[in-house]
């Protein structure tokens, strides 16, 4: 979650040693078996706040601190974000809040949520399919996933994040979606959003400051791609985020590290 601001002076990117990594590991395994748990409940019926209260129970049985509750609206004086996971279903892109709900068959789900894990973080999200879904709408989910996993490999070879960034926006371009630009990845470390800004674009602001893949960067990449326009709406709960012609989206996160040996999934349940 979040959301793209104007270039942010003299950028501080903190490169985390090999030890720091490891500690963001354990934190990103914790948010892969909370997205593991959310999957066992992606089924007709079920509600995001039965997902909900399910990762909270696993953060505070291991101990992590909840990284979206509380989170602050960027609108002054809206309320903060209520839960520990974002729930945007269907048209929504992201920062949906969980409710009651029941899911249907046809939907699909957006689950983002992170934990701070002996004060490391890990941030992740997943699109998940509830019972069988349009043929177009399981397109959208492969192409965002896919998306993510291009990029992921990508960093192993590329130099900049610009380069990695334009090859994301044509292959989403190349499936006729388009990738939604209002919200951007992000660097991620003691904080959940630190810099820089990871867009899955190519952005003027990366064009004019890009970022060197090098080792002990690390990211949290998450593709947000539409089925028709990237343009969007935030509702009257100051939060959910919808496409503004209403058609369905999704959204693939994985917090990554460069290492010397090339990119590392941190997000994983099993190395
Ligand atoms: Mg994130």
Not at 46 to 64: G, I
Not at 91 to 114: C, F, M, Q
Not at 247 to 267: C, K, N, Q, W, Y
């Amino acid at each position: 979650m979040r959301q793209t601001s104007s270039a942010s002076p003299a950028r501080q990117i903190k490169l985390k040693s090999p030890r720091e990594i490891g500690f963001m590991r354990d934190a990103g395994r914790l948010v892969a078996q909370a997205l593991d748990r959310v999957k066992q409940l992606a089924v007709p019926g079920s509600t995001t706040a039965e997902m909900d209260e399910a990762v909270e129970s696993l953060f505070r049985e291991h101990d992590a601190i909840p990284l979206f509750r509380n989170y602050p609206n960027s609108q002054r004086g809206k309320p903060a974000f209520p839960a520990v996971i974002c729930a945007s279903v269907n048209e929504a892109v992201v920062h949906g809040i969980p409710n009651r709900r029941p899911l249907k068959e046809g939907d699909v789900v957006s689950i983002d949520t992170g934990c701070r894990l002996n004060g490391w973080c890990g941030d992740a999200a997943v699109t998940l399919p509830i019972g069988e879904v349009e043929p177009d709408v399981l397109k959208l989910l492969q192409v965002t996933k896919d998306t993510l996993d291009l990029a992921v490999r990508a960093m192993g070879r590329c130099r900049t994040w610009s380069e990695v960034a334009g090859l994301m926006e044509q292959y989403v371009k190349s499936q006729g979606m388009a990738v939604v630009e209002k919200f951007v990845g992000h660097g991620i470390g003691q904080a959940m959003h630190e810099e820089p800004q990871v867009p899955n674009f190519v952005s003027k602001a990366l064009r004019k400051n890009d970022i060197r893949l090098e080792p002990g960067l690390v990211l949290a990449i998450e593709p947000m791609v539409a089925l028709g326009t990237k343009n969007v709406d935030v509702l009257g709960d100051h939060w959910t985020v919808v496409t503004k012609d209403r058609r369905f989206s999704a959204h693939f996160e994985h917090t990554v590290a460069m290492t010397i040996d090339g990119p590392i999934i941190l997000t994983l349940l099993e190395d």
